[in-house]
């Protein structure tokens, strides 16, 4: 059964500073990695997503890279804005899911910008 | 407005009380999903729908009943639910088929249910 990690759990910096977040998953056949963004009380909003035969994806200041082999997906972001203070989860879609792709989620990085 | 709407936004009802959760996407995707997120609990998967078929239902207890009447459409239906049960509830769409590509899936808001 897949498993998805999200190290730290939470993680707090002053603004300005560049971070990464990480994503770890146990099976590497995955169609694509999506990374979200969720604040307090509200629904999901996509951030980046993935495929599997890529190595990374930029957008804006954010940029993510995937390691299939290893299992692994890093989340960086930079020049950090107390605006991007939310929760940040990644999920993975399985080739074993078919043709409905749902996504396996990890418990996802409370990050948290100070002024 | 967001390509994904969910209604409503909050409900509270007690245990014995039929209520229904409703998503609507406006996006064009073939596919449609509930999941559930409680705290401190990764989001779980509860129902997939492909093509207005139901392909997936994660042993999710009866008393939770979804319906699919279209592709643009997914409604989740709930009755005698119990306190554990409360929880945000959201609905996502993608573009899913049978290709090795993965599409986006977009979500949205949310309904924060309390069983009272």
């Known amino acids: 059964k897949q498993e998805v990690t999200q190290i730290p759990a939470a993680l707090s910096v002053p603004e300005g500073e560049n971070l990464v977040l990480n994503c770890s998953f146990t099976?590497?056949?995955?169609?694509?990695l999506q990374w979200f963004r969720q604040d307090p009380g509200k629904g999901l909003t996509s951030l980046l997503l993935?495929?599997?035969?890529?190595r990374e994806q930029t957008s804006g200041r954010l940029n993510a890279s995937l390691d299939k082999s290893s299992g692994r997906s890093t989340l960086y972001i930079a020049a950090s804005q107390p605006g991007d203070s939310a929760t940040y989860l990644c999920?993975?879609?399985?080739?074993?899911?078919?043709?409905?792709?749902?996504?396996?989620f990890g418990s996802g990085t409370q990050l948290t910008v100070l002024p | 407005e967001t390509g994904v709407t969910q209604t409503p936004r909050h409900l509270v009802m007690g245990m014995t009380n039929k209520k229904s959760l409703k998503c609507e996407q406006h996006?064009?995707?073939?596919?449609m999903y509930w999941y559930k997120q409680s705290a401190k609990k990764p989001l779980e998967l509860m129902f997939v729908?492909?093509?207005?078929?139901?392909?997936e239902n994660n042993s999710v207890p009866s008393r939770f009943s979804p319906e699919c009447p279209n592709s643009s459409h997914l409604f989740l239906h709930l009755h005698t639910l119990q306190p554990e049960d409360s929880a945000l509830y959201l609905c996502?769409?993608?573009?899913?088929?049978?290709?090795?590509?993965?599409?986006?899936?977009?979500f949205g808001q949310g309904t924060r249910l309390t069983v009272v």
């Open positions: 099976d590497s056949a995955i169609y694509n």
């Open positions: 729908y492909s093509l207005e078929e139901r392909v």
């Open positions: 996502a769409s993608s573009q899913d088929g049978s290709g090795p590509a993965g599409t986006e899936a977009f």
């Open positions: 993935i495929q599997s035969s890529q």
């Open positions: 999920a993975v879609v399985e080739v074993s899911s078919g043709s409905a792709r749902q996504l396996t």
């Open positions: 996006l064009g995707h073939n596919a």
